[in-house]
């Protein structure tokens, strides 16, 4: 079955950096897009950032970009989200999924992922 867990959440400070990882397992990594999503209360879901199959094509949602870099290890089924300069507004609970194509699209919706992970939380805060 597919299997998709997340790591590396944690509290970091304001202009602090982690790093969040996704393990894969129970499908050809190599064959999808994966997607960063993340959860807070006031907001709901948020979509972060998508990457192809190749990690040749990468789209952010403007309050991030510049800021996080989405990649994917295909060797190691493993989605990676470097996330810099951190601000208390990226606070929230960060999920990794998996699309339904190769490809990122312009538009996406939840509709458009079939398995997610169990989430991982990440705190900014003084």
């Known amino acids: 079955e597919v299997q998709l867990v997340e790591s590396g959440g944690g509290l970091v400070q304001p202009g602090g950096s982690l790093r969040l990882s996704c393990a894969a397992s129970?499908?050809?990594?190599?064959?999808?897009?994966m997607n960063w999503v993340r959860q807070t209360p006031g907001k709901g879901l948020e979509w972060v950032s998508s990457i192809n199959n190749g990690g040749g094509t990468t789209t952010y949602t403007d309050a991030v970009k510049g800021r996080f870099t989405i990649s994917r290890d295909n060797a190691k089924n493993t989605l990676y989200l470097q996330m810099n300069s951190l601000k208390p507004e990226d606070t929230a609970v960060y999920y990794c999924a998996k699309s339904k194509e190769a490809f990122v699209v312009v538009v996406t919706a939840v509709y458009d992922y079939d398995y997610w992970g169990q989430g991982t939380q990440v705190t900014v805060s003084s």
């Open positions: 129970g499908f050809t990594f190599s064959n999808y897009a």
